[in-house]
C-alpha cells in the first residue's frame, strides 16, 4: 500500500453560524499525527472535514493533490478511513459482519467477497484482538469490546489514510497499550491521524497538532519547546510538560499545586 499524503489549506467550517475551524492548514505526511486540543476546539469537525464528511465554506482538503469534495465516494472509501468518536450501533450484525463492512468499498455490486477479503477482516480482526466476539452481535458488545471491532472495521478498508476519533475510549489500560503500539506500528505505512485527549500518549506520535477555539495553535514533534508552550498554554494550569523523563516527554495533571 501506497502512504497517502493529505493537504488540508486554509479550512474554515461554520456550524449553527459559528465559526468551528478557522483557516486551517496542514500537511499530513505517513506517520502518525495526533490533533489535541481543550473540548469544543474543532478536533472532531477537523478530521471529518478532512474525510470529506463535512464540505467546508472554506478551503479544501487534498488526498495526493486530488480534491477529497470533488472525489467519487467509493474512491474515498478506499482512500480514507474514519473511525468516529462514538458511532450509534444499529441494527443486529455480529462483530464480523460490523469488520466486512469495511470492505464494502472494494466489492463489485452484488459480488460475494472474495478470498482476500475475508484475510483482510480476519487480519483487522487480530489486529485489535477482537476475533473472539466474532459471532456476537455488535449490540451486546460492551463499549471497550465495541470500539475494538469498529475500529477492525476501519482497519479491514485497507485506506492508506486512517483518521481516528479518540481511538483509546471505552478502552482499559492494557488494551489502551496495546492500541498504542498498533498506531505505532500502522505509522509506517499509512498517513495515520488520531485526536486524543490522552497527552502522553499523543506525545508518541511523530507529530502533534494543537488546535483551539477552530485555530491551529501549534504544529510540531513531540521534543519541540515551542509545542510544549502551545500545550501548556491551551490546557490552563491542568498540565505540565516534562521533557527530562526517559527523554520522552509526559503530560502531568498537577493536582496538587
Ligand atoms: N452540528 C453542529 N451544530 C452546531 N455546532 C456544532 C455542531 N457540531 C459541533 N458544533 C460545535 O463546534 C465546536 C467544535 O466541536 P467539535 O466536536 O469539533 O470539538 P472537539 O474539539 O472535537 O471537542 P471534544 O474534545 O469535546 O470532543 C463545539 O463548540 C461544538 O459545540
Do not use: Y
Not at 498498533?182 to 486524543?196: D, G, N, Q, Y
Amino acid at each position: 500500500m501506497k502512504p497517502a499524503r493529505v493537504e488540508a489549506r486554509d479550512l474554515g467550517v461554520q456550524l449553527g453560524g459559528r465559526a468551528v475551524l478557522r483557516g486551517v492548514s496542514c500537511l499530513l505526511q505517513p506517520g502518525w499525527t495526533a490533533i489535541v486540543g481543550p473540548n469544543g476546539a474543532g478536533k472532531s469537525t477537523l478530521l471529518r472535514t478532512l474525510a470529506g464528511l463535512l464540505p467546508p465554506q472554506q478551503g479544501d482538503v487534498e488526498v495526493d493533490a486530488q480534491s477529497v469534495s470533488r472525489m467519487p465516494a467509493r474512491d474515498r472509501a478506499r482512500r480514507i478511513a474514519w473511525l468516529a468518536q462514538s458511532s450509534a450501533v444499529t441494527g443486529d450484525l455480529t462483530a464480523r459482519e460490523t469488520v466486512a463492512l469495511g470492505r464494502l468499498a472494494h466489492l463489485g455490486l452484488f459480488a460475494a467477497p472474495t478470498r482476500a477479503d475475508e484475510d483482510a477482516v480476519d487480519a483487522a480482526m487480530r489486529a485489535t484482538e477482537c476475533e473472539a466476539w466474532a459471532h456476537r452481535r455488535l449490540q451486546a458488545l460492551s463499549g471497550g469490546e465495541r470500539q475494538r471491532v469498529l475500529l477492525a472495521r476501519a482497519l479491514a478498508t485497507g485506506a492508506p489514510v486512517l483518521l481516528l476519533d479518540e481511538p483509546t475510549t471505552h478502552l482499559d489500560p492494557p488494551h489502551q497499550v496495546a492500541l498504542a503500539r498498533l498506531m505505532r506500528h500502522l505509522a509506517a505505512t499509512h498517513t495515520l491521524v488520531s485526536v486524543l485527549h490522552d497527552l502522553t500518549l499523543a506525545l508518541r506520535a511523530d507529530r502533534v497538532l494543537v488546535l483551539r477555539d477552530g485555530l491551529l495553535q501549534a504544529d510540531g514533534a513531540p521534543g519541540d519547546a515551542g509545542l510544549h508552550a502551545a500545550l501548556e498554554a491551551s490546557f490552563g494550569h491542568a498540565i505540565r510538560i516534562d521533557a527530562s523523563r526517559g527523554g520522552r516527554p509526559v503530560a502531568l495533571p498537577r493536582l496538587d499545586d
